[in-house]
């Protein structure tokens, strides 16, 4: 049976253990634009352009620029050709990881997570279950339960990885810091403001040793930060650390990356609590288009861009503008992540602050009703999102107590 059509797809070839190791390492330091992380070349790469070593090694390239789409069909036509030359186990759980890897930041999460449940299944059949390399492919499948709003068992996935990781290598190692954290981005996620400062707090000088403090993921690191102090409502801090991150970003990717997109959003909400809307405005319509242009207008991120634009749209009273951009945020966000993500329910509460604006009352409480209904399953009462929720239900049953309040007078 050929085993990259069980997943469809992934691929690589029978990689030697140092070469799945510089893959892994890889994967494990980001692969969002780290050239460091990334080895430039294989052992077997020189075996010509036809070979399964020479296209996986093109499609990580591809990979390592953020140009997703173009490393697909690569890392595709790579898997059939190490399917076809029945490459080791080891190999193709490198190649299915790859894969996985690519489909989740193309915004393909179905695929994304039965090619890494493959990979991840022959890894440990490969190396057992306490291997280092299945802690690398555990973070692979957390990234994509984080993206479907499984974040329980994305922090299950986490946890299990880091177990692995200390018991191979000791708490104080640096190859741990990484997994921290996810675990701080998935914190936050969760609402859990304090415990994902405290991680962050513990990942962050590990990082800066081995990498220094403007290496990439580095900085990517700090971008997460920032975004956590944003929800903490401490400006000045988040202001003071995504300035010098674009200034590194910038410098490696040029001011057009959709790399640069988690710091512009970053940026444009400092701007926003600021009262400066033109500003936050102008970074939110530059992300829009680079996500758009690079990768698709139909990607989740887009539908998160534009899920932000309308939120500061109805924060400057532009209601209609607000209503265009939460409306086609919706449709991305439904047809990407579902109507059970936590990102989609935010555009339905959003769109109930407008209805409220709009006097259509029970059409936002029909909206406030599903974003809760999503809410409540995926996080308890004092999460931030949650209590957004509740408090456009109270706007609502102030707005429609005040309308019916004037009814009666008129009557009267």
């Not at 415990?195 to 000088?205: D, K, M, N, T, V």
């Not at 265009?324 to 109930?352: E, H, M, P, Y």
Request: include cysteine; charged fraction near 25%.
């Amino acid at each position: 049976m050929d085993r990259n059509k069980q997943a469809r797809r992934g691929g690589q070839a029978p990689a030697e253990s140092r070469n799945i190791r510089k893959l892994v390492l890889a994967l494990l330091f980001g692969l969002m634009g780290l050239g460091a992380g990334i080895p430039p070349g294989h052992a077997g790469a020189a075996q010509g352009s036809n070979s399964h070593e020479a296209l996986r090694s093109m499609a990580r390239a591809c990979i390592a620029s953020g140009n997703y789409e173009k490393a697909q069909p690569l890392a595709e036509r790579a898997l059939d050709l190490a399917d076809e030359a029945n490459v080791p186990d080891s190999g193709m759980s490198a190649c299915l990881l790859d894969l996985a890897y690519i489909y989740k930041n193309r915004g393909m999460l179905a695929q994304a997570e039965a090619t890494c449940r493959m990979g991840l299944e022959l890894q440990e059949k490969v190396y057992s279950e306490h291997h280092p390399y299945v802690a690398y492919a555990l973070r692979i499948q957390s990234g994509i339960y984080k993206e479907q709003a499984r974040y329980k068992d994305a922090m299950g996935a986490l946890e299990r990885a880091i177990g692995i990781m200390r018991r191979d290598k000791g708490e104080d190692d640096p190859a741990i810091a990484p997994l921290k954290v996810d675990i701080a981005r998935l914190l936050t996620a969760q609402g859990k403001f304090t415990e994902a400062e405290s991680h962050f707090s513990q990942a962050l000088a590990p990082v800066e040793l081995r990498y220094g403090p403007d290496h990439l993921y580095t900085a990517e690191v700090r971008t997460s930060i920032a975004e956590l102090y944003v929800l903490l409502g401490q400006y000045d801090r988040a202001e003071e650390i995504i300035r010098d991150v674009l200034v590194i970003q910038k410098k490696a990717y040029g001011s057009e990356h959709h790399f640069l997109v988690p710091a512009w959003m970053v940026a444009s909400a400092i701007h926003q609590a600021g009262g400066e809307y033109d500003k936050a405005e102008t970074l939110l319509q530059n992300a829009l288009s680079t996500v758009e242009r690079t990768m698709g207008p139909g990607h989740p991120l887009a539908g998160e861009v534009l899920s932000r634009l309308g939120d500061l749209y109805i924060a400057s009273g532009q209601y209609a503008r607000a209503e265009d951009a939460l409306n086609r945020a919706r449709k991305i966000l439904q047809k990407s992540l579902g109507a059970d993500n936590d990102r989609t329910a935010v555009v339905l509460n959003s769109l109930a602050k407008i209805c409220i604006y709009k006097g259509k009352y029970p059409q936002a409480e029909k909206l406030c009703q599903e974003a809760l209904a999503c809410l409540t399953i995926l996080f308890d009462e004092n999460h931030p999102k949650v209590l957004d929720v509740r408090a456009t239900m109270a706007r609502l049953e102030a707005a429609a107590g005040s309308a019916v309040a004037k009814l009666k007078g008129r009557a009267e």
